[in-house]
């Protein structure tokens, strides 16, 4: 199983970027996929999740901002992150697991992780 997320780079306080994380090896229909992210010299925390049949949740930094999205055809998950602020900035990570919910992403509770793509927000 391999995790690949992309479309990381450097935006302007409240641009927008979005990041997709494909796989290889795995059907990420039938798994929940989650984003991470881990600012220099902070814990890596869960951002969002979907569940295999959509459901959607989004850690309270992000709502209303992140929009987490599945292409089934294309085996990819996206995070569209929109006004973006420079507390936003951090490697982003995306993972796959069983099920998406607070606790979940909070505690990690995640099988497969994909190498992370740098997201920087700054003028």
């Known amino acids: 199983v391999q995790l690949q997320a992309s479309g990381g780079g450097l935006a302007q306080p409240g641009g927008s970027l979005t990041l997709s994380c494909s796989a290889s090896?795995?059907?990420?229909?039938?798994?929940?996929v989650a984003w991470f992210r881990q600012a220099p010299g902070m814990e890596r925390e869960g951002v969002s999740c979907t569940s295999h049949d959509g459901t959607k949740h989004y850690e309270e930094s992000v709502k209303r901002r992140f929009s987490i999205s599945r292409d089934y055809d294309k085996n990819t998950v996206y995070l569209q992150m929109n006004s973006l602020k420079p507390e936003d900035t951090a490697v982003y990570y995306c993972?796959?697991?069983?099920?998406?919910?607070?606790?979940?992403?909070?505690?990690?509770?995640?099988?497969?992780w994909g190498q992370g793509t740098q997201v920087t927000v700054s003028s």
């Open positions: 993972a796959v697991g069983f099920i998406c919910g607070h606790y979940y992403v909070t505690n990690y509770k995640y099988d497969y």
């Open positions: 090896g795995l059907a990420l229909d039938n798994y929940a």
